[in-house]
């Protein structure tokens, strides 16, 4: 052989022809490997990731040395690693999810499909009380109805099933759903565009009103007053309207009064992350509809370290399921182990620099970030500075003379500018909630 590489291709072609490798495990781990080099007595290999390293290595790693030792004509160890500049998740394992997923069908969100449990059962119990018109008592009870709670605990679920049992059982109905975010867009077009009228005659028009993350409205005026009359227009009416957001009205520091004050005249509830049981149930259900068969160990490792959000509970599984499918593997503990720690590092909250902090007070307070380093000294900036002094201390925990550096100015005046600021949060409940929604955004994101 004049090179590494050419043995490489030479163990494919043993893998590929090897009866304890599917062709399609061949496709996913076997066939990107690439050679890297042979060096005291150790074939090295690159894979596209460290979860594709660490799954090839595992479940291929005895074939392979088998296939090195018979094309060589020697013994070695086989070691793959992962790519320098590689990704953390491979693309061949995004590409099987979404495989996975577009086989089995988009799912309909029902009430039938929803797992309820300790954390959303009297939501459950109020939208199927909205979701069923032909039982007319308490119906003013729940209108507006506002179903409030994190990203990926089943808000969206709820207001969908809402919306596909009424249209099941009375398809004559005018059943409107929409995101807060595409409400926004359709208003903006509409004036654009000089077609108001069109925009006020869909949806002034409709039996039901469903939005959800109407949270993304708050802060921008004209939508809002348009809202404000599109509301008023359907509950003076007696038409059902059904909105989530991550909030409660009374935590939207930046909707309008009168908005918050409608948004409470029916009902208000909220979901909270899932318990152990809810959890298990959930896992089990998605499970079941990819034909997945899961060991109770596996379904109960997935449930100890997922615990706040259901998007992330159902993606472990849809994880598995790729996996099982392309490797002929049976679900294991260390599958899952994987799985979840890839999950995990996805979702791990971006690093809260300086320049974040400076960007996200800016936009609370309507500001730029150039004005909060500058020297202007008017209110609204001035505000803003001290703010971020008080972040830069409470979140990063940088002492007076780090933040006096980082804004240009003597350090000595950045005690007073803390002070200043808790002394304002005991007295001024509006700032002191948005300066808890800074942090938050701060944290989650």
Same mark, same amino acid.
């Given at each position: 052989?004049? !090179?590494?590489?050419?043995? %490489?291709?030479?163990?494919?072609?043993?893998? #590929?022809?090897?009866?304890?490798?599917?062709?399609?495990?061949?496709?996913?781990?076997?066939?990107? #490997?690439?050679? +890297?080099?042979?060096?005291?007595?150790?074939?090295?290999? +690159?894979?596209?990731?460290?979860?594709?390293?660490?799954?090839?290595?595992?479940?291929?790693?005895?074939?392979?040395?088998?296939?090195?030792?018979?094309?060589?004509?020697?013994?070695?160890?086989?070691?793959?690693?992962?790519?320098?500049?590689?990704? !953390?998740? !491979?693309?061949?394992?995004?590409?099987?999810?979404?495989?996975? %997923?577009?086989?089995?069908?988009?799912?309909? &969100?029902?009430?039938?499909?929803?797992?309820?449990?300790?954390?959303?059962?009297?939501?459950?119990?109020?939208?199927?009380?909205?979701?069923?018109?032909?039982?007319?008592?308490?119906?003013?009870?729940?209108?507006?109805?506002?179903?409030?709670?994190?990203?990926?605990?089943?808000?969206?679920?709820?207001?969908?099933? $809402?919306?596909?049992?009424?249209?099941?059982?009375?398809?004559?109905?005018? $059943?409107? +759903?929409?995101?807060?975010?595409?409400?926004? @867009?359709?208003?903006?077009?509409?004036?654009?565009?000089?077609?108001?009228?069109?925009?006020?005659?869909?949806?002034?028009?409709?039996?039901?009103?469903? $939005?959800?993350?109407?949270?993304?409205?708050?802060?921008?005026?004209?939508?809002?007053?348009?809202?404000?009359?599109?509301?008023?227009?359907?509950?003076?009416?007696?038409?059902?309207?059904?909105?989530?957001?991550?909030?409660?009205?009374?935590?939207?520091?930046?909707?309008?009064?009168?908005?918050?004050?409608?948004? /409470?005249?029916?009902?208000?509830?909220?979901?909270?992350?899932?318990?152990?049981?809810?959890?298990?149930?959930? $896992?089990?259900?998605?499970?079941?509809? &990819?034909? &997945?068969?899961?060991?109770?160990?596996?379904?109960?490792?997935?449930?100890?370290?997922?615990?706040?959000?259901?998007?992330? &509970?159902?993606?472990?599984?849809?994880?598995?399921?790729?996996?099982? %499918?392309?490797?002929?593997?049976?679900?294991?503990?260390?599958?899952?182990?994987?799985?979840?720690?890839?999950?995990?590092?996805?979702?791990?909250?971006?690093?809260?620099?300086?320049?974040?902090?400076?960007?996200?007070?800016?936009?609370?307070?309507?500001?730029?970030?150039?004005?909060?380093?500058?020297?202007?000294?008017?209110?609204?900036?001035?505000?803003?500075?001290?703010?971020?002094?008080?972040?830069?201390?409470? /979140?990063?925990?940088?002492?007076?003379?780090?933040?006096?550096?980082?804004?240009?100015?003597?350090?000595?005046?950045?005690?007073?500018?803390?002070?200043?600021?808790?002394?304002?949060?005991?007295?001024?409940?509006?700032?002191?909630?948005?300066?808890?929604?800074?942090?938050?955004?701060?944290? @989650?994101?």
């Amino acid at each position: 052989m004049n !090179s590494f590489s050419m043995v %490489v291709e030479k163990i494919k072609e043993y893998c #590929l022809n090897h009866p304890g490798i599917s062709s399609m495990g061949y496709d996913i781990w076997i066939k990107n #490997l690439e050679a +890297y080099k042979l060096e005291d007595g150790t074939a090295v290999l +690159y894979a596209d990731s460290s979860f594709a390293a660490e799954t090839a290595q595992s479940q291929y790693g005895d074939i392979l040395k088998c296939g090195f030792e018979e094309i060589l004509g020697f013994p070695v160890d086989v070691k793959i690693t992962v790519k320098p500049n590689a990704g !953390s998740v !491979s693309d061949n394992t995004k590409q099987i999810e979404e495989r996975i %997923v577009n086989e089995s069908g988009k799912k309909e &969100l029902t009430f039938d499909n929803f797992v309820k449990g300790k954390s959303n059962e009297l939501a459950y119990a109020f939208c199927t009380a909205v979701s069923d018109i032909d039982k007319t008592e308490n119906k003013d009870v729940f209108n507006p109805l506002f179903i409030y709670g994190n990203s990926g605990l089943g808000k969206t679920h709820l207001i969908k099933a $809402i919306e596909n049992k009424v249209h099941k059982n009375h398809p004559e109905i005018n $059943i409107i +759903y929409i995101t807060g975010e595409q409400f926004t @867009n359709e208003y903006i077009k509409a004036v654009t565009d000089k077609e108001t009228a069109s925009f006020h005659d869909k949806f002034r028009n409709a039996d039901f009103l469903l $939005i959800d993350d109407i949270q993304f409205i708050a802060g921008k005026d004209s939508t809002q007053e348009e809202f404000f009359h599109t509301f008023n227009e359907l509950y003076n009416r007696g038409k059902q309207i059904v909105l989530t957001s991550d909030i409660p009205p009374s935590k939207m520091t930046k909707l309008d009064e009168r908005l918050q004050t409608r948004f /409470v005249t029916g009902t208000q509830v909220d979901i909270q992350s899932p318990d152990f049981e809810t959890r298990i149930a959930i $896992i089990n259900k998605k499970a079941q509809e &990819l034909g &997945l068969n899961l060991p109770e160990a596996v379904t109960r490792i997935i449930a100890e370290k997922i615990k706040t959000n259901i998007r992330q &509970l159902e993606g472990a599984v849809k994880k598995i399921k790729a996996l099982t %499918v392309y490797t002929n593997e049976t679900p294991s503990i260390s599958m899952a182990q994987k799985i979840i720690k890839e999950i995990q590092i996805d979702n791990h909250p971006a690093e809260i620099t300086v320049d974040r902090i400076i960007s996200e007070i800016a936009a609370a307070f309507g500001v730029s970030a150039e004005d909060i380093r500058s020297k202007n000294r008017s209110a609204p900036i001035s505000l803003a500075r001290k703010v971020t002094i008080y972040i830069f201390r409470e /979140v990063k925990g940088m002492t007076y003379l780090e933040i006096g550096n980082e804004l240009n100015r003597d350090h000595s005046t950045m005690t007073t500018s803390y002070k200043d600021v808790v002394s304002m949060m005991k007295k001024n409940n509006d700032l002191k909630t948005t300066i808890g929604d800074i942090i938050k955004n701060l944290k @989650n994101r």
